[in-house]
């Protein structure tokens, strides 16, 4: 799928199928370790997690262990099934670039109303710098889980500093995990991006609202429609499904944003068979 | 172009073998419970312990809290409730008492009449091959060596008794008001700090061998009912001793093999149900393997991301295709 201007339905095709399934099956199986990974400290019981209704399994570290296991094989699954997709298609959107950090600032400032948000490409610096911090995370987590699923095995003997290391990496990075969660639900709460909700689910973002706050891929957006065509040619060639050229996501961050266009005042006309909601070839 | 020779298929072929050779060696070597054991292991042979029953204090318990002294917990009083529990676990009024596991008594011996024949068996921690205790700690306060010992690290333990809890004897015992866990009040996590026989882990690594085995020995000589030896030697002579006496053992097997094995003529059903009656702790029934439950899922970890990774192949290969297509016809159409 390539990302683009769905001009009938006055969005843009923000996130694949493919994409949406990476991020729920994240999401749902990260959740899931959390709560059963909190499951393994000596927790539930003591604070009485266990007396709330239907949670009565939750302080057997036995079951928690189960669920971590099965999640944690959905969790690694999607993670390499993330590396290995994106990476070889080339998709380079979400990894932090230079000058993230600043730009990150003063987004978050301009939300209490100091200074103005810089213009964003698809994705905000400060979603490429959380990217970036629950990508490490999670891969520390995956490591030192996969040391600890092999020292349970009963022909395995490691050495006793390695599985201590591993262990306390793991359980700390789990509280760093856990903050990147909360960091990411909070950042739903402010209305400013509640347009970005819906893609998660549609795969489809406002046009407006991509024209105002992303304005550097709105531009290249508006870059990427197809050029003219004859109308007699595009009545045989069946329409592509996407364009032929480069990944999505791919770094823009040198390019300087230029003043919105309104698509209507686009000289390119777009194809209107492309405009259809491409069921995403992927899913 | 190296690209053109990754056909879907071939890369299938290639990945469906590994993945199969991968799942059968974790499956297959698995069933091997004996292959972590560690180097040393202890017999017990309840057909000669006595029990000292002559003495104040049995022998071995007596040897175990002198040489242990010194590690035993100093709380800081008064010791607060784990809340919102309203109840913690303090030994050290009863620092003397001998009749259970305690965190200031780490070997103890239960006394039964089964049949009318006195047993007395000396208990401690099994030290599990595959200790659940230690595998599933979540500071990594507790540790298998290579010589059998398991051995918790009483400066990194927070005394959350999880454990006890896996442990299917539960044998670690808590002392609160003692342990790093002080240091993280006020917020209320931890309970003080885990205690159990470590197998004499430092004697042991000085070439020595467990005080409990020297003070039986000392009193019992070649009498004595406990030995301490490579865990190939202690399983034969178990054996061969079982084999002898028409008995039984206890401790190859339960929780999937351990350090500590028991001979005994009565079989340990009966010893158990004595146990019981009793309420005396640690019990000497059945100890299935937990961990085993847990482990028949690792292959997930292989199978997985092996799937996940070809399918994620697969999916750009269609995509790599599906461009080239759009850019011939594209120059075609031109």
Redesign the interface.
């Known amino acids: 799928m390539k990302e683009r201007i769905l001009k009938e339905e006055n969005a843009v095709l923000r996130h694949s199928a493919i994409e949406r399934a990476e991020h729920w099956l994240i999401a749902v199986s990260g959740l899931v370790l959390l709560f059963s990974g909190f499951g393994e400290f000596p927790m539930y019981k003591r604070y009485m997690v266990t007396h709330i209704p239907g949670l009565s399994w939750a302080g057997d570290f036995w079951i928690n262990l189960k669920i971590h296991y099965l999640a944690a094989i959905v969790f690694t699954g999607a993670a390499v099934f993330h590396v290995v997709y994106h990476s070889l298609l080339g998709h380079r959107g979400l990894l932090p670039r230079k000058g993230d950090g600043k730009a990150s600032l003063k987004t978050v400032l301009s939300f209490i109303g100091i200074g103005e948000e810089p213009p964003a490409d698809k994705y905000l610096p400060e979603q490429r710098l959380a990217y970036a911090y629950i990508a490490a995370v999670s891969f520390i987590l995956i490591l030192t889980g996969l040391i600890k699923i092999t020292k349970n095995l009963p022909f395995v003997y490691l050495p006793p500093a390695l599985i201590t290391g591993a262990t306390l990496t793991h359980t700390l990075a789990t509280f760093l995990f856990l903050f990147g969660v909360i960091a990411h639900l909070a950042a739903l709460a402010l209305k400013v991006n509640w347009p970005l909700i819906k893609p998660m689910f549609t795969g489809r973002v406002d046009l407006d609202y991509v024209r105002h706050r992303h304005s550097i891929w709105y531009d290249e957006l508006i870059k990427d429609l197809p050029p003219e065509r004859e109308p007699e040619k595009e009545e045989k060639t069946e329409p592509p499904a996407e364009h032929p050229e480069e990944g999505k996501g791919e770094p823009r961050g040198d390019q300087t944003p230029g003043e919105p266009r309104p698509v209507d005042e686009q000289p390119a006309e777009t194809d209107k068979s492309e405009d259809k909601p491409a069921t995403p070839q992927d899913s | 172009m190296a690209e053109a020779k990754w056909t879907r298929r071939n890369f299938l072929k290639k990945a469906g073998v590994v993945t199969v050779l991968g799942t059968a060696g974790?499956l297959d070597?698995?069933g091997?419970?004996w292959?972590?054991a560690g180097t040393y292991a202890t017999l017990i042979d309840l057909t000669k312990c006595d029990g000292c029953r002559d003495l104040a204090m049995p022998k071995c318990v007596e040897a175990c809290r002198v040489l242990n002294e010194k590690r035993f917990p100093v709380p800081k009083k008064p010791i607060q409730d784990?809340w919102?529990?309203k109840t913690h676990d303090d030994w050290s009024e009863r620092k003397d008492f001998i009749n259970a596991l305690t965190p200031y008594n780490w070997t103890t011996v239960h006394r039964v009449q089964v049949d009318g024949e006195e047993i007395f068996i000396p208990r401690r921690c099994m030290h599990c091959?595959?200790p659940p205790c230690?595998?599933?700690?979540?500071?990594?306060?507790l540790?298998?060596?290579?010589d059998g010992a398991v051995v918790i690290?009483d400066s990194?333990c927070l005394g959350?008794?999880?454990c006890k809890?896996?442990c299917p004897w539960q044998i670690p015992q808590r002392q609160s008001g003692v342990g790093i866990y002080l240091k993280l009040q006020p917020i209320p996590?931890g309970?003080g700090v885990m205690y159990k026989c470590d197998f004499c882990h430092d004697l042991i690594r000085a070439g020595k061998i467990p005080a409990c085995v020297e003070a039986c020995e000392k009193r019992l000589g070649n009498k004595k009912p406990l030995y301490f030896g490579t865990r190939d030697e202690i399983l034969r002579m178990a054996r061969s001793r079982a084999k002898e006496i028409g008995g039984y053992i206890y401790g190859d097997r339960e929780n999937?093999g351990t350090a500590t094995l028991y001979v005994s003529r009565i079989p340990f059903d009966q010893i158990n149900d004595k146990l019981s009656e009793k309420k005396a702790a640690p019990h000497m029934g059945k100890a299935r393997?937990?961990?085993?439950?847990?482990?028949a899922?690792?292959a997930?970890?292989l199978?997985?991301?092996l799937?996940?990774?070809l399918?994620?192949?697969g999916?750009?290969m269609r995509?790599r295709k599906?461009?080239e297509d759009?850019?011939e016809?594209?120059e075609d159409?031109k």
């Open positions: 974790v070597i698995s091997n419970a292959a972590r784990l919102p529990q091959d595959n230690a595998d599933l700690c979540p500071f990594g306060a540790n298998k060596f290579s690290n990194l959350g008794a999880k809890a896996v996590a309970g999937g393997s937990l961990i085993q439950d847990v482990n899922w690792a997930g970890f199978l997985s991301p799937a996940m990774a399918g994620a192949l999916l750009v995509e599906r461009k759009d850019t016809r594209k159409g």
